[in-house]
């Protein structure tokens, strides 16, 4: 069963938005990770359902709405499902 709230290093990982948590890490290390518009400065931050969270994409950037937070790092469609791109 999912809990209310992860760590937001995990949660990219789980959501398949990072190929690794140290990925991750080092992406909010480099200040690229927004959550509800303020910069993430530390990979331990916890998120929750209704958060949004904004990344690098390619050349632009990606905003997503967390609809749920997800047990493990399961398939695509699982981590797809936890989410909504804005």
Do not use: F
């Not at 997800?70 to 398939?75: A, E, K, Q, S």
């Amino acid at each position: 069963m999912a809990g209310t709230s992860l760590r937001i290093d995990k949660l990219l990982w789980h959501l398949r938005l990072s190929k690794s948590r140290s990925l991750a890490q080092a992406l909010i290390g480099e200040g690229h990770v927004r959550l509800n518009g303020n910069r993430v400065e530390k990979p331990s931050l916890e998120v929750k359902v209704g958060d949004t969270i904004t990344l690098p994409r390619g050349q632009g950037a990606l905003a997503i709405r967390l609809l749920s937070i997800p047990p493990r790092r399961g398939p695509a469609p699982e981590a797809q499902a936890c989410y909504d791109e804005i």
